[in-house]
């Protein structure tokens, strides 16, 4: 599986971005999906992650209420709609890949197969 995701760029404190990973193949309806962020110097951390299905989400307390995830399996596209976002969101942002449904894990960057190239995402206050 390849993942390609594109959309970051830059915006001031309170817009919003909209970020899409594209994956090929044919098995990405199997797949657990989610989005990362890793910013100089720091750990790469769970942003949100959705089931393969997509009725289950996940998302982590800093974006809960601004940030949504959704996939479109026809289209083996996973999106993440970005709103009020605020300078702490500046990071390289990576789409990953899980060959789970879902995961008791699904926050840990380990328990991901592929992984995407990253998009950066930079917000001024």
């Known amino acids: 599986v390849q993942l390609q995701a594109s959309g970051g760029g830059s915006v001031q404190a309170g817009g919003s971005l909209r970020l899409s990973c594209k994956a090929s193949?044919?098995?990405?309806?199997?797949?657990?999906m989610g989005w990362f962020r890793q910013a100089p110097g720091k750990e790469r951390d769970i942003v949100a992650a959705i089931s393969s299905s997509g009725i289950m989400t996940y998302y982590a307390d800093s974006v809960k209420g601004r940030f949504t995830i959704s996939r479109v399996n026809s289209r083996n596209t996973v999106t993440l709609q970005m709103n009020s976002l605020e300078p702490e969101d500046t990071a390289t942002y990576f789409c990953?890949?899980?060959?789970?449904?879902?995961?008791?894990?699904?926050?840990?960057?380990?328990?991901?197969?592929?992984w995407g190239q990253g998009t950066q995402v930079t917000v001024s206050s």
């Open positions: 193949g044919r098995t990405f309806s199997s797949y657990l």
């Open positions: 990953a890949a899980d060959r789970a449904n879902w995961s008791p894990r699904l926050s840990r960057a380990y328990e991901y197969d592929y």
